[in-house]
């Protein structure tokens, strides 16, 4: 099994990027996808999830108008497109699948927001 997210960077405050996780080894359309974050000194927090065939959607509140969850169960991978980003969204971001009762974990991908 593998997650494999990229995309990370840096970027300035205001600016976008575009999140990539590639799944393989189990059925990814079976899946809830769902991306995290982590920031430095801070717990882990929910940014997005998406059903398997991505027909519902979950948006953390304090960045739903800036973030968006996407599928492709054909490619294997789901994306993260953030926007309007700012230094506090600096974090490092994982991807997380979960599927017939196991917990799959990518390696995480640094997301540096400069002021």
């Known amino acids: 099994v593998q997650l494999v997210e990229s995309g990370g960077g840096w970027v300035q405050s205001g600016g976008s990027l575009r999140l990539s996780c590639a799944a393989s080894?189990?059925?990814?359309?079976?899946?809830?996808m769902i991306w995290y974050r982590r920031a430095p000194e801070k717990e882990r927090e929910l940014v997005a999830r998406?059903?398997?065939?991505?027909?519902?959607?979950y948006y953390a509140d304090s960045m739903k108008s800036r973030v968006t969850i996407s599928r492709g169960n054909a490619k294997n991978a789901v994306l993260l497109e953030r926007n309007s980003l700012k230094p506090e969204d600096t974090a490092v971001y994982y991807c997380?699948?979960?599927?017939?009762?196991?917990?799959?974990w990518g390696q995480g991908t640094q997301v540096t927001v400069s002021s």
């Open positions: 997380n699948a979960r599927t017939q009762g196991y917990n799959y």
């Open positions: 080894g189990f059925t990814f359309s079976s899946s809830v």
């Open positions: 998406i059903s398997s065939f991505g027909s519902s959607v």
